[in-house]
């Protein structure tokens, strides 16, 4: 398991804080792995999940900083969806 996988994950745990997030969504990061949340948290998984969002390492650590807004990713195809376009933006405001 990529030790940036799991310190992404770990980070992704903070910002939900015990945020409820009642769905289940996937970040695909290129060359990298999967990380899937779910009401339980974040993991390193490449479970099925409602929505997943694929970008490269670089994007992603971006977006995790809050350097670079979600959408503006998306706008820009740096970061592409695939599924449920609500539980997206269903979790961009829990991460907020």
Do not use: C, H, Y
């Not at 977006?63 to 269903?90: C, H």
Request: proline share 1%; charged share 25%.
């Amino acid at each position: 398991m990529s030790e940036t996988l799991e310190k992404a994950a770990a980070a992704l745990n903070e910002k939900l804080d015990g945020g409820a997030f009642d769905d289940t969504a996937k970040f695909a990061i290129t060359d990298l792995g999967s990380i899937v949340l779910d009401e339980n948290g974040a993991r390193v998984s490449d479970e099925e999940a409602s929505v997943t969002m694929s970008a490269d390492v670089e994007t992603f650590e971006q977006i995790l900083s809050g350097e670079l807004n979600p959408t503006g990713a998306f706008m820009s195809g740096k970061l592409s969806i695939d599924g449920d376009m609500g539980v997206a933006m269903k979790l961009a405001s829990v991460l907020a």
